[in-house]
């Protein structure tokens, strides 16, 4: 958006998996890229947690960088994939999430 609310540019989420957080959206470069919020939910192996359950649905946070004028991927990091364990949540796992309700541990 412009100085008056204008829509100026239109980014959809990179897979149809994710979930796209606009509240956590910054413009870079004079416009050229952004860096936003994602969560991408996903059937893990949740066995360090030690609670004699093996996987469950959990949100695999993260953040992409995005080239605005393509919408194309530039740089992705993930909690998961960077060796961020469940055992670091301050969140418990509690019932039964699901692939609509996933546990959002961060």
């Known amino acids: 958006m412009d100085r008056s609310f204008n829509i100026q540019k239109t980014l959809a989420p990179a897979t149809s998996d994710e979930t796209f957080n606009m509240h956590e959206f910054t413009v870079l470069e004079n416009g050229s890229k952004a860096m936003h919020i994602i969560s991408n939910p996903l059937y893990a192996d949740v066995s360090s947690l030690g ?10 946070g993260g953040f992409q960088e995005r080239d605005l004028n393509t919408g194309k991927v530039l740089f992705e990091w993930s909690c998961l994939d960077s060796g961020v364990d469940f055992t670091e949540s301050d969140k418990h796992l509690q019932g039964h999430p699901s692939a609509e309700n996933p546990w959002d541990w961060l």
């Open 51 to 60: 609670n004699n359950r093996t996987k469950a649905w959990i949100f695999d």
